[in-house]
């Protein structure tokens, strides 16, 4: 029964990184009580933080970490032209996460930073998340990514399903889990126009979504922000929140408006 | 306490699928085939022309899907699903053998004992086709129960006609009057060109006696209701089969919902009467 | 006859002794907000409490509940599943008690939903009257959602040193047995509670500008109103109006696949009108996609659809929706302004 339902027969996977802090690779490496079936299910090919054998042949890429390099951009489409499915993990590489941050401020100014006098050494360009670079067929979302979101993406794809992500925002699950509202205690949150999918984990924990899933399929921005300004957010203090996580769309958008563009 | 526990009682799930096995399977077109069911139970579906099932193949969900076959054709029933997502393309996969759910019938279907002694003006725009073979078929097998048979049918294009070598016996039929057109011309295609109320031209409608029945997109309905009205016959006459978002089937979970109506239950087919009153028929 | 009267610190002990035995859901606090939860004896409970964050429905239609599992090998296996618990539901409001009394309509008598019936037939509902407004959002009066009429098995009027005990249903009459302390009532206390009604009318002062009766016709003349744009515009389609809404009961059915790929469950889960995607098909193309008609949509399948088809109120006036919402749409506004300027058309 059912034989040939399965789209993808025991895949062999390959886990990139790339700026990020590794922490979604971890999430992987912690699914400790499923990992045994996952490897019925799955062959990794290539997989730094796990194992030292390297591969070059894959089915399924996964690529955690957004886009900070001239070279990330590259190994990009290498990967795409050797994987027939692609997908991201976590919120650096998608929407852009903490990475993104460099956006908001001057780059090269940012690479002196960190790198000092070295700086010319590395070319650092502006943050991209990975599908600005290549296409992209999921992500898994998440500042790190969910374990049980992860596995339901997983067997998503070997039955042929589109993996699992919400259209709708943050506030849909934040209400099913009667939290109390972060308008409702004096503070400000970006969950009415930030993907769900999390559980609502911030603001289930007392504090409040800062967006890093992303936006929602159809977020009312205009009225989100109409309502941060009544609540006392200033427009600078209102784009510093988006930036946060939203980086690259915040970054890039204001970009447009500069004269070569 | 004592009162009765809830366990004492036995419940039904109005979820729960019957399995039916996949006894033929036609690639009809690139995205659409043609599949052939048989009920585990060995029991007959039992549906009405324009009735839908709910399919299951589990692990991938549940979907809705008209049944195309006609019920005087015995204890199988076909369905022809267009591959564009989970469970259409999970379900391409599968092969002989392998078991489905299924949910139903569901729906009310086309009025087929109203329909008897009078003319029946059967028009179908694209997937239209498919629930309307049933009623189609249906009639073709009792045609002495009927009037004057009038089909006509519009495609995008030539390969996008479905049934074929139905359509062709259907033309050449006596008691039938069949009619196709394409929006566009194919390298072969020799019949007319543009929409289907092009045909509409070349038919004479019986006002007093003519049941039309119309499936299709929306565009097509907004046309030919216009086209049918002008003929004279009166709003509650005119028959057609609506598609909406669909998930229970069973007018509970809000989805398929036009204003205050279950588009699961009281429909899909409808008469223009009904429809014409609700804004979100989009008509 | 079955009218009962039962002293507080009884009603306590009573409590104690059921959450002992049973599993008791009631109303807890949370700071500002109100929740129905497992209780352990009565000291968990919080008597002040107003419409929960989300309704005491929950346990009737929870946001997630599981219909059918299945699993294959060489044929396939399906099975039903029924949560056939019993449980005791404590302090549910009158409002609450009347969407109760619609889903029953429903979910049981109209679809025969074994998956409903289960947890219908498990619970033992307690209410508790209100008796006066709980903030400047309900308007249970004028909807006539005030009056408990059923629903219940048991329904509690507070009476200063006791309740007096209604009983709703021949398992409320079981129920009984459990008030140790209660006694029966007499005409005195029949007369107390025709005076507590009495001044419990009066507190409620009408916060509606047309009568809840006239609600469906409002509406129905209402289609064209500018002030559906206006909502539309601010509307976030966060869907915490659906969610805390004791009478939507709309939902998705998705499956989830196990990781043997071989077995899985098949569940609904809560969905709302107010999502862009819940009435999308086939080609992306969305039957109500523009927010303003999903708004329109949700009044009218709350303030008329619901009316007209099962010929009782389908908004309680519990004013969970408009308790809410963060750009506050509120019914009480809505239905005001839309009987204040029925003029103003597209
Ligand atoms: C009464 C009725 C009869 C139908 N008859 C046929 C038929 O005979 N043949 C046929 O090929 N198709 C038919 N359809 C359409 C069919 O139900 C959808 O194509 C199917 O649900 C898509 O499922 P999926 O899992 O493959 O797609 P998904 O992966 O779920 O999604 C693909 C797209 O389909 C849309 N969609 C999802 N679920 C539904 C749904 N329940 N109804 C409509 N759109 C949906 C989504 O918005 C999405 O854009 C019918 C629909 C209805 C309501
Ligand atoms: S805390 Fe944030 S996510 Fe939760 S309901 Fe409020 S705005 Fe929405
Ligand atoms: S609540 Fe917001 S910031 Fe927190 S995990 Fe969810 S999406 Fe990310
Ligand atoms: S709670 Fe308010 S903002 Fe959210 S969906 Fe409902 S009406 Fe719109
Ligand atoms: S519509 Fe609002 S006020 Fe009416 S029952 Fe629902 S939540 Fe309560
Ligand atoms: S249609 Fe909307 S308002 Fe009505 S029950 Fe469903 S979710 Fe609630
Ligand atoms: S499909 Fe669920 S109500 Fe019609």
């Known amino acids: 029964m059912y034989e040939n339902l399965p789209a993808l027969k025991k895949p062999r996977v390959a886990v990139f990184e790339l700026a990020s802090c590794a922490g979604c690779q971890l999430q992987i490496l912690n699914l400790e009580d499923e990992l045994v079936d996952v490897l019925q299910l799955i062959e990794f090919a290539y997989f730094k933080e796990a194992m030292s054998n390297t591969s070059e042949d894959y089915d399924l890429a996964l690529i955690e970490g957004a886009v900070t390099r001239a070279s990330d951009e590259q190994k990009l489409l290498e990967i795409r032209e050797k994987a027939a499915i692609v997908g991201t993990i976590g919120s650096c590489a998608y929407p852009v996460g903490i990475p993104g941050l460099k956006n908001s401020g001057d780059v090269e100014a940012a690479s002196e930073l960190v790198y000092g006098a070295k700086a010319a050494l590395f070319p650092s360009v502006p943050v991209k998340p990975v599908d600005a670079v290549i296409d992209v067929d999921f992500h898994v979302l998440g500042c790190p990514i969910e374990k049980d979101e992860f596995l339901h993406t997983l067997t998503a794809l070997l039955i042929g399903k589109k993996p699992p992500i919400p259209p709708y925002s943050v506030c849909v699950e934040c209400r099913m889990k009667e939290n109390v509202c972060a308008f409702d205690r004096g503070e400000t949150c970006l969950g009415a126009v930030t993907r769900a999918g999390c559980g609502a984990l911030c603001p289930t924990y007392g504090s409040r979504c800062y967006g890093c899933r992303g936006p929602a399929d159809d977020p009312n921005e205009p009225s989100l922000e109409a309502l941060l300004e009544k609540r006392g957010k200033t427009p600078e203090q209102i784009a510093a929140d988006y930036a946060l996580y939203n980086g690259y769309r915040e970054g890039t958008a204001g970009r447009r408006e500069a004269p070569d563009g | 306490m004592n009162v009765q526990t809830a366990a004492e009682f036995i419940l039904d799930s ?82 002989l053998g392998d078991q489905v759910g299924i949910r139903g019938p569901l729906g009310r279907g086309f009025p087929v004992e109203t329909m008897r002694g009078k003319k029946a003006l059967l028009i179908a725009g694209g997937l239209g086709i498919v629930p309307l073979r049933s009623l189609i078929v249906n009639i073709l097998d009792e045609r002495e129960d009927f009037g004057d048979v009038t089909i006509l049918y519009g495609s995008k294009s030539p390969d996008d006609l479905l049934f074929r070598d139905e359509l062709t016996q259907w033309e050449a039929r006596e008691d039938v009057d069949f009619r196709m057109t394409t929006d566009i011309a194919g390298p072969k295609w020799k019949g007319n060109v543009g929409p289907v109320t092009t045909l509409f031209r070349r038919i004479e409608v019986d006002s007093r006696n003519t049941v039309p029945v119309m499936v299709g997109p929306p565009v097509m309905f907004r046309h030919v209701v216009k086209q049918v009205l002008a003929c004279g016959i009166p709003e509650d006459r005119i028959i057609m089969s609506l598609e909406r978002r669909m998930k229970c089937g069973i007018g509970e979970c809000g989805h398929c919902q036009i204003n205050g109506v279950y588009v699961c239950q009281e429909g899909p087919v409808f008469t223009y009467a009904e429809l014409k009153r609700m804004e979100e028929a989009m008509l | 006859m079955f009218d009962r009267v039962i002293g507080k610190s009884d009603l306590t002990d009573s409590l104690d002794n059921l959450a002992e035995r049973y599993r008791v859901v009631a109303p807890v606090s949370e700071g500002t907000r109100y929740r129905f939860a497992e209780i352990d004896g009565a000291r968990d409970l919080d008597e002040g409490y107003i419409p929960t964050a989300l309704p005491p429905t929950k346990y009737l239609r929870p946001p997630r509940e599981n219909l059918i599992t299945f699993a294959w090998d060489d044929e396939i296996q399906v099975e039903p599943v029924f949560d056939q618990s019993d ?70 009027t507070d009476a200063g040193d006791g309740y007096y005990v209604r009983v709703g249903t021949d398992k409320g009459r079981q129920l009984l047995t459990e008030l140790s302390g209660a006694r029966e009532a007499v005409y005195e206390d029949r007369r107390r509670l025709r005076k507590i009604h009495a001044r419990r009318d009066q507190a409620f002062e009408p916060r509606l500008d047309v009568e809840g009766s006239q609600i469906p016709a ?129």
């Not at chain 3, 037939?121 to 008796?131: D, H, K, N, P």
């Not at chain 3, 889960?269 to 039957?287: I, N, P, R, Y």
Request: one cysteine or more.
């Open chain 3, 87 to 156: 449980f005791i539901l404590f302090g549910v409001r009158p409002c609450d008690l009347h969407a109760i009394r619609l889903l029953d309509e429903i979910f049981d008598r109209e679809k025969d939903d074994g998956h409903y019936q289960a947890r219908r037939l498990g619970a033992s509902i307690i209410g508790v009257e209100c008796l006066e407004p709980c903030d400047e959002h309900c308007f249970c009066h004028a909807m006539g959602t005030l009056e408990a009429a059923a629903g219940f098995d048991l329904l509690l």
């Open chain 2, 14 to 95: 109005p979820f729960l699928p019957r399995s039916a096995e996949i006894i033929r399977k036609d690639r009809l077109n690139d995205t659409e085939t043609l599949y052939q069911l048989r009920l585990m139970d060995g029991s007959e579906l039992g549906h009405l022309p324009g009735q839908f099932v709910e399919l299951s193949v589990y692990g991938v969900g549940e979907a809705p899907f008209s049944i195309s076959s006609s019920p005087t054709r015995g204890r199988t029933f076909e369905l022809c699903i267009r591959r564009v997502g989970d469970v259409t393309g999970g379900l391409e996969r599968l092969g």
């Open chain 3, 218 to 346: 409002l509406l129905a003349d209402s289609n064209d109103s500018l002030l559906w744009d206006v909502l539309g515009e601010k509307c976030l389609s966060c869907g915490a109006c659906t969610n805390a809404c004791p009478t939507c009961f709309c939902f998705d059915v998705l499956d989830d696949l196990g990781l043997d790929l071989k077995s899985g469950t098949r569940y609904r889960t809560w969905d709302s009108c107010q999502l862009e995607e819940f009435a999308m098909v086939g080609t992306g193309e969305s039957f109500r996609q523009p927010r303003d008609m999903r708004v329109k949509h949700r009044f009218n399948h709350k303030g008329r659809y619901l009316v007209e088809r099962y010929g009782m109120p389908g908004c309680v006036g519990c004013g969970r929706c408009g308790r809410d919402c963060l750009v506050g749409i509120d019914p009480i506004g809505v239905f005001n302004q839309l009987k204040g300027q029925p003029v103003e058309r597209r």
